[in-house]
C-alpha cells in the first residue's frame, strides 16, 4: 500500500546515522501486526541488520537481555537464561554477531566495537559506576525506543538514581548459582538497587519527557502508525539527577519523604 515503509527501510526514516552508539529498547507486536497486514516482512533479523547498517563498524548496539529470576533464587545460565524484556533481545541473543553481557539480572546483548569491552565486566551491582550503563554514558549512546514509553521502559533512570543517591532505595544482595560463558558453575551475589516497599513508592518518569523534549536530548517519530523516541542518554543524565538532587525526585516517582 502507498505510504507503507517496509521493514528494512524503517530505521532509515530515524536520524540515526553513522557512528550512533545505540541503546534498543523495543516492543515490537504492534510493528509485526503492521507487517503482517502489509504482507511485509516479520523476520526481526531483518531490523537488527537495518540498526546494523545504518550506524556502520565502528558503533556500538545493545539491546537488553533482562531476566529477573536470579532475584528469586534461580540459577542463571549464561547461554539458556531466557530475555525477559522482549523479543528483539531473544533474536539478538541467537546471533552469532551478538555477545551477552555477564550480570545475570541486567544483561546485554551487545553487537559492534565495544562487544568486548563491555562482555569483559563483571559488575556486581546492576546499575554500579562499574557497569555497562556507565560505558553508555560515557560513549554518547542513543536510546532508541520502539513503541515504548519512559514510564516502564526507561531503565536508565534508576543508574542515574544509584550515582546520584536516593533514599527510597537500597542495594540489596541476591545470591544463586551462576553459569559462566565457559559452562563454569559456582554460587555467585549480585546487586540490585530495588525500592525499599515500606515507602510505597511508584515510579512515574513520564514527566521527564517533555523537559527531554524541552532540552534538545530527545525526539519522537511516527513511521506506520508506530511511535520511536530517540534520547540522547549523556544529555538526560543532568535532567534525571537535577530532578534528584533538587526536586526531591518529583518526576520520577512518588515519594516525597526525602
Given at each position: 500500500?502507498?505510504?507503507?515503509?517496509?521493514?528494512?527501510?524503517?530505521?532509515?526514516?530515524?536520524?540515526?546515522?553513522?557512528?550512533?552508539?545505540?541503546?534498543?529498547?523495543?516492543?515490537?507486536?504492534?510493528?509485526?501486526?503492521?507487517?503482517?497486514?502489509?504482507?511485509?516482512?516479520?523476520?526481526?533479523?531483518?531490523?537488527?541488520?537495518?540498526?546494523?547498517?545504518?550506524?556502520?563498524?565502528?558503533?556500538?548496539?545493545?539491546?537488553?537481555?533482562?531476566?529477573?529470576?536470579?532475584?528469586?533464587?534461580?540459577?542463571?545460565?549464561y547461554y539458556k537464561t531466557p530475555c525477559k524484556t522482549g523479543?528483539?533481545?531473544?533474536?539478538?541473543?541467537?546471533?552469532?554477531?551478538?555477545?551477552?553481557?555477564?550480570?545475570?539480572?541486567?544483561?546485554?546483548?551487545?553487537?559492534?566495537?565495544?562487544?568486548?569491552?563491555?562482555?569483559?565486566?563483571?559488575?556486581?551491582?546492576?546499575?554500579?559506576?562499574?557497569?555497562?550503563?556507565?560505558?553508555?554514558?560515557?560513549?554518547?549512546?542513543?536510546?532508541?525506543?520502539?513503541?515504548?514509553?519512559?514510564?516502564?521502559?526507561?531503565?536508565?533512570?534508576?543508574?542515574?538514581?544509584?550515582?546520584?543517591?536516593?533514599?527510597?532505595?537500597?542495594?540489596?544482595?541476591?545470591?544463586?548459582?551462576?553459569?559462566?560463558?565457559?559452562?563454569?558453575?559456582?554460587?555467585?551475589?549480585?546487586?540490585?538497587?530495588?525500592?525499599?516497599?515500606?515507602?510505597?513508592?511508584?515510579?512515574?518518569?513520564?514527566?521527564?519527557?517533555?523537559?527531554?523534549?524541552?532540552?534538545?536530548?530527545?525526539?519522537?517519530?511516527?513511521?506506520?502508525?508506530?511511535?520511536?523516541?530517540?534520547?540522547?542518554?549523556?544529555?538526560?543524565?543532568?535532567?534525571?539527577?537535577?530532578?534528584?538532587?533538587?526536586?526531591?525526585?518529583?518526576?520520577?516517582?512518588?515519594?516525597?519523604?526525602?
Amino acid at each position: 500500500m502507498p505510504g507503507y515503509i517496509p521493514l528494512k527501510d524503517i530505521i532509515k526514516q530515524l536520524p540515526i546515522r553513522t557512528g550512533d552508539n545505540l541503546f534498543v529498547t523495543s516492543d515490537v507486536k504492534q510493528l509485526l501486526y503492521s507487517c503482517i497486514e502489509h504482507q511485509d516482512d516479520t523476520d526481526l533479523n531483518v531490523l537488527i541488520d537495518s540498526l546494523i547498517e545504518a550506524v556502520g563498524p565502528d558503533a556500538t548496539i545493545v539491546i537488553p537481555t533482562f531476566n529477573w529470576d536470579f532475584c528469586k533464587g534461580k540459577a542463571f545460565d549464561y547461554y539458556k537464561t531466557p530475555c525477559k524484556t522482549g523479543s528483539l533481545g531473544k533474536f539478538a541473543l541467537k546471533r552469532n554477531d551478538f555477545k551477552r553481557t555477564k550480570h545475570p539480572i541486567y544483561s546485554f546483548a551487545v553487537w559492534g566495537r565495544g562487544k568486548e569491552e563491555l562482555c569483559a565486566m563483571d559488575n556486581k551491582s546492576s546499575f554500579g559506576a562499574d557497569s555497562p550503563f556507565t560505558y553508555v554514558t560515557e560513549h554518547h549512546f542513543k536510546n532508541l525506543l520502539i513503541d515504548k514509553d519512559c514510564q516502564h521502559s526507561f531503565v536508565y533512570v534508576h543508574y542515574v538514581e544509584e550515582q546520584v543517591g536516593i533514599t527510597y532505595r537500597y542495594l540489596k544482595d541476591f545470591t544463586a548459582d551462576y553459569t559462566d560463558e565457559h559452562g563454569r558453575t559456582r554460587q555467585a551475589t549480585y546487586s540490585m538497587n530495588v525500592r525499599d516497599l515500606d515507602l510505597d513508592v511508584e515510579i512515574t518518569i513520564y514527566p521527564l519527557e517533555e523537559d527531554f523534549v524541552r532540552a534538545g536530548v530527545s525526539n519522537r517519530y511516527q513511521v506506520n502508525g508506530i511511535e520511536y523516541k530517540i534520547i540522547d542518554l549523556a544529555g538526560a543524565y543532568p535532567i534525571i539527577a537535577d530532578d534528584v538532587t533538587n526536586n526531591r525526585s518529583r518526576k520520577i516517582s512518588t515519594y516525597i519523604g526525602q
